[in-house]
């Protein structure tokens, strides 16, 4: 396989896994008290959104590379 044809393919998955999910989410742990050998801490879940502008740009590029790339056989 060509390695045009193969990063096409990533970037479409890429752009459909983007739409599906919207964006990231993950949990920290924080501090809240610290008194000596006493410790309270906190779970705090946090979001890194994936615009899906970000989504469509990765799709639509993926299908174009794809497109030359079979015309190049």
């Not at 000596?36 to 469509?56: C, F, R, S």
Request: no cysteine.
């Amino acid at each position: 396989m060509r390695p045009m044809i193969i990063i096409a393919i990533v970037l479409i998955a890429l752009g459909i896994v983007a739409f599906a999910y919207q964006g990231i989410t993950y949990t920290t742990r924080e501090k809240v008290v610290d008194l000596g050998p006493i410790q309270v801490t906190a779970e705090k879940t946090k979001t890194l959104p994936l615009p899906p502008i970000a989504g469509a740009i990765a799709l639509i590029s993926g299908v174009v590379l794809l497109v030359v790339g079979i015309k190049k056989n």
